[in-house]
C-alpha cells in the first residue's frame, strides 16, 4: 500500500449503496410464533465504550443515527442463555436482542433478511460477532423469526432506528454509564421529505407509497421519573418487504483517488473478479474496491480469512 491513504467508510458505503424504495406491508403471523420474552423495565446504564481490539483488529464504538450496513449476519444462543451481555444485562436466547461490535448499549435497529424480506427490531445489548464477515449476531429467537436458524446466517441489512435509540440513549444514561452524545449535527428536524430509504418502524404504509415519518419520542428530561417513561422495546412483530436478487462481495477499501484504487485492486487479482467503482457519499466522491460476485457465504469466508490473513485486516463481506 506504500504512503497510500486508506478511507474506509463502512456505514456510509453501505447505506450509499442501499438507497432503494421499498414498501413494506404487515405478515400474518401465527400469534404463537410472535410471542418473545419482554425485555428489562428498567434500562441497563448507558455504554459505548472505548476503541477495542479483538483477533488483531481494532473496532470504534460510536453513536451514529445514520447506520446502514448490509452483510452477513449469525446467531447465538448454547452456552450464553443465562450469562451476562456487554453491557451488564442477562442474555435471553428468546429474546429479540442482538450483539453488535460499535453500536451503542443499548440501540434499537431493524435487521431485514434480504433473502427472504422478513424483518424484525431487535434491541443490541451485546458485543460481537468477532467471527470474520459478520455485521451482527442474533438472538435464536431473532433468527428463527427472520427464518435462518436451521442455515445458521443469513443475508442481512442493519439500519439504526433512530428515534428509539436516542431515546433508549437518553434513558439508559440517566442509570449511569458512559456520556450521552450531542445529536447528530445533520440530523433532520421536524418534517422530513420522503426519500427512497425503508420506510421508518411505525409508519402506516400503503402498497408503492412512501412512509411518512414519525415524530420522535421525547427523550428524558431532568427529574422525569424513569420508571413512568416506557422503554423503547421491539414490538415482537414480523415485517414482510420486497426481495430483490442480491449478490455478495468482499469490499477492500476506498479511495479519494482512482489511481490509489486501481493500485489496490491490481494487488487484489490473486483473490477474485475485482471492481473499482465510483461512489459518491455526502457529496464527497470515492473509488470503491471490491471482489465478486461471491458465489456463496462459505466462498466469501474462505476468500476473506485469506486477504486478511495476507495483511488487508479491514476488509469486510457486502451484499448489494
Not at 436478487?245 to 484504487?261: C, H, V
Not at 471482489?291 to 451484499?319: F, W
Request: hydrophobic residues 35%.
Amino acid at each position: 500500500m506504500g504512503t497510500m491513504r486508506r478511507h474506509i467508510l463502512p456505514s456510509l458505503l453501505a447505506a450509499a449503496a442501499l438507497l432503494a424504495g421499498c414498501t413494506e406491508s404487515k405478515v400474518v403471523v401465527d400469534q404463537a410464533k410472535v410471542i418473545t420474552n419482554p425485555g428489562p423495565a428498567k434500562p441497563a446504564p448507558y455504554k459505548i465504550g472505548k476503541p477495542y481490539q479483538v483477533n488483531d483488529i481494532w473496532y470504534y464504538p460510536k453513536a451514529d443515527y445514520r447506520y446502514s450496513e448490509t452483510g452477513i449476519a449469525s446467531w447465538y444462543g448454547p452456552g450464553f442463555h443465562g450469562k451476562n451481555t456487554a453491557n451488564g444485562e442477562v442474555y435471553d436466547e428468546n429474546g429479540l436482542t442482538a450483539a453488535h461490535k460499535t453500536l451503542p448499549m443499548p440501540s434499537m435497529v431493524r435487521v431485514t433478511n434480504l433473502e427472504n424480506g422478513r424483518s424484525i427490531q431487535v434491541r443490541v445489548n451485546d458485543r460481537g460477532p468477532f467471527e470474520a464477515g459478520r455485521i451482527i449476531d442474533m438472538t435464536r429467537r431473532g433468527a428463527q423469526l427472520l427464518g435462518f436458524i436451521d442455515r445458521g446466517t443469513a443475508r442481512v441489512r442493519v439500519d439504526i432506528m433512530p428515534e428509539e435509540s436516542q431515546q433508549l440513549a437518553a434513558l439508559s444514561s440517566r442509570q449511569g454509564g458512559d456520556q450521552l452524545p450531542p445529536p447528530p449535527e445533520a440530523a433532520p428536524v421536524g418534517a422530513v421529505e420522503a426519500g427512497g430509504l425503508a420506510p421508518i418502524a411505525g409508519a402506516k404504509v400503503s402498497p408503492g407509497k412512501p412512509a411518512q415519518p414519525v415524530p420522535a419520542a421525547p427523550a428524558a428530561q431532568p427529574g422525569t421519573n424513569i420508571a413512568a417513561v416506557a422503554l423503547p422495546q421491539p414490538d415482537g412483530r414480523v415485517t414482510q418487504v420486497p426481495v430483490r436478487p442480491t449478490s455478495i462481495y468482499i469490499q477492500a477499501g476506498a479511495f479519494l483517488r482512482q489511481s490509489n484504487a486501481n493500485q489496490l485492486g491490481g494487488q487484489l487479482r490473486k483473490y477474485g473478479p475485482v471492481r473499482v467503482t465510483p461512489i459518491k457519499v455526502e457529496r464527497q466522491n470515492y473509488y470503491r474496491v471490491r471482489i465478486g460476485p461471491i458465489a456463496s457465504v462459505v466462498e466469501a469466508d474462505k476468500t476473506l480469512k485469506r486477504m486478511i490473513a495476507d495483511g488487508h485486516p479491514e476488509s469486510r463481506i457486502v451484499v448489494d
